[in-house]
């Protein structure tokens, strides 16, 4: 999860989940915006983090990945002014929307924030699913934390083996109870502990207890926000400091690929490590090393 104000927010009004909802992307980008769209809200979706839960793709990949994002409309980072019940500060969060908006939809968007009444206590956001009545939704291209928590429990008892389509049906109440602050021990254990002795039905005594032992929705501190204004995705530049165009400022725009830091980019292979080793070597007058 990510420092509080800094993880995944959901923008308002999204399209309801359904197959084709990135085929306007191409492949790469579609399957990090679908595992984005599938992370609990709150959740870190920094390109660091990414690309260690995204195996297909390093860092310097989920950077462009998520540049073309912000391009198509899918993503903007807006730093908010908040009243607590501990003071004033700053906040800078990043929204999704698997629907892709305008430039000018966003605009509206932080415009709208200001004087208004976020998360108050016991109040949802109006996309939030139903712990009763999970959304159908399809299966991401990366297997979630959820979903393979549910493949392992035949592993705990073998009972309780669930098949795919279990998986895929109830992961969107176990995603729930682990974005609700649940461990996946906790998890396990509320799925495997006391069963009866008799066990006909694993997913149906699996959805039962996802639904009635679901725990409470955390209660986030009322705040109000008294300004609101567009930062750039990748730096700290705002709207007030130049324009931004697509949610980026000039500098991040025009960023070259070459441009990446080193560190954000996949090591060298160690064929490629041997052979400069070895040419430096032969250009030292000295033979290549032996290799077995």
Not at 230 to 255: K, W, Y
Not at 281 to 291: D, F, K, N, V
Request: charge should be neutral; include cysteine.
């Amino acid at each position: 999860m990510a420092s509080p104000g800094y993880g995944k927010r959901p923008a308002p009004d999204q399209c309801p989940r359904r197959r084709d909802d990135f085929a306007h992307l191409p492949k790469r980008e579609a399957a990090v915006a679908a595992f984005i769209d599938r992370l609990p809200e709150g959740a870190a979706m920094d390109h660091k983090t990414l690309a260690k839960h995204i195996a297909d793709y390093g860092q310097a990949a989920i950077r462009s990945a998520l540049k073309a994002l912000t391009n198509a409309g899918h993503l903007r980072r807006i730093k908010e002014q908040v009243v607590r019940d501990d003071g004033v500060r700053w906040v800078t969060r990043t929204y999704w929307s698997r629907t892709a908006r305008s430039a000018a939809w966003w605009q509206e968007f932080c415009r709208s924030v200001r004087g208004v009444m976020l998360d108050a206590p016991g109040e949802a956001p109006d996309d939030a699913p139903s712990a009763t009545e999970p959304a159908a939704v399809e299966p991401a291209p990366q297997r979630t934390t959820a979903y393979r928590t549910l493949a392992s429990l035949g592993r705990t008892d073998p009972r309780m083996t669930l098949s795919a389509a279990d998986c895929e049906r109830l992961e969107p109440l176990a995603a729930t109870w682990l974005e609700y602050g649940a461990s996946v021990k906790h998890l396990i254990h509320a799925l495997t502990g006391g069963l009866p002795d008799a066990i006909h039905n694993p997913a149906g005594i699996a959805k039962r207890r996802l639904e009635d032992k679901m725990p409470p929705k955390p209660a986030r501190e009322p705040e109000t926000v008294l300004r609101s204004v567009m930062v750039c995705m990748f730096c700290d530049t705002t709207e007030e400091d130049e324009p931004l165009i697509n949610g980026m400022c000039e500098a991040c725009r025009s960023e070259d690929e070459d441009d990446i830091p080193a560190t954000f980019r996949p090591g060298p292979r160690p064929a490629d490590v041997a052979a400069h080793a070895d040419a430096a070597r032969i250009a030292a007058g000295l033979p290549p090393r032996s290799r077995a």
